[in-house]
């Protein structure tokens, strides 16, 4: 059964950096798109970013471009999320999920049949 599991979240100070870390366990990453996901208090869970097989990024908020990279490490079966100059206006419980597609374009939420627990990532002086 694939399970995900998120890891490395903190209380960080503005401008800061973090790296997130998600294990796909029993994920084939040939036949799974992986995304990041993010839920500020008091807000919607919003998409950041997705990858596919070919670790090509599919962005779902231009804003999120400049400071956020994906990159995965197949023989460690992990996605990473790395946040650079971190804002107040990122606090959010992060997750990971996965979809059995090819493609990370046009994916809605639904689409994401596994997801992980969450790692909060708190953004304050």
């Known amino acids: 059964e694939v399970q995900m599991l998120e890891s490395g979240g903190d209380l960080v100070q503005p401008g800061g950096s973090l790296r997130l870390s998600c294990v796909a366990s029993?994920?084939?990453?040939?036949?799974?798109?992986v995304a990041w996901f993010r839920q500020a208090p008091g807000k919607e869970r919003e998409g950041v970013v997705c990858?596919?097989?070919?670790?090509?990024?599919?962005y779902y908020a231009g804003s999120v471009r400049e400071r956020h990279t994906v990159s995965r490490d197949t023989a460690k079966s992990t996605v990473y999320l790395l946040i650079n100059r971190l804002k107040p206006d990122d606090t959010a419980m992060y997750y990971c999920?996965?979809?059995?597609?090819?493609?990370?374009?046009?994916?809605?939420?639904?689409?994401?049949?596994?997801w992980g627990q969450g790692t909060q990532v708190t953004v304050s002086s």
């Open positions: 990858i596919n097989w070919l670790q090509r990024a599919t």
């Open positions: 999920a996965a979809a059995r597609r090819d493609s990370c374009d046009g994916l809605r939420e639904s689409a994401f049949g596994y």
């Open positions: 029993e994920l084939n990453f040939r036949e799974y798109v």
